[in-house]
């Protein structure tokens, strides 16, 4: 059975920062893409990050480029997100997945955790 257990969440202040991890078990770490993806109160879930599975190829959300930064271990089969200079609109439930191709379409994405809550007050 797949797990993906998200980390890190939590409250911090505008400006501050975060590392989220996503711990994953039960598939071939090395063999997926991993990704986040965010859902805010009365939001759809939109995408923030994804790298392959070398971790050569990332994409990020235009909101997040140059605050974010995804990478991973394989070797430790996590997936992190370090998010830096933190804003309100950031605020969110974070989501991990995992698929077969790193993508901004999370209907191709195959696994998903169960979120970790990440509050930015102002």
């Known amino acids: 059975q797949v797990h993906l257990i998200e980390s890190g969440g939590g409250l911090v202040q505008a400006g501050g920062s975060l590392r989220l991890s996503c711990a994953a078990s039960?598939?071939?770490?090395?063999?997926?893409?991993m990704g986040w993806f965010r859902q805010a109160p009365r939001r759809e879930r939109e995408f923030v990050s994804a790298?392959?599975?070398?971790?050569?190829?990332?994409l990020y959300a235009d909101s997040v480029k140059g605050r974010f930064t995804i990478s991973r271990d394989n070797a430790k089969n996590t997936v992190y997100l370090q998010m830096n200079k933190l804003m309100p609109e950031d605020t969110a439930i974070y989501y991990c997945?995992?698929?077969?191709?790193?993508?901004?379409?999370?209907?191709?994405?195959?696994?998903w955790g169960q979120g970790t809550q990440v509050t930015v007050s102002p």
């Open positions: 790298i392959s599975i070398s971790g050569g190829n990332i």
């Open positions: 997945t995992a698929g077969d191709g790193y993508t901004t379409d999370q209907d191709l994405y195959d696994y």
């Open positions: 039960g598939l071939t770490f090395s063999s997926y893409a």
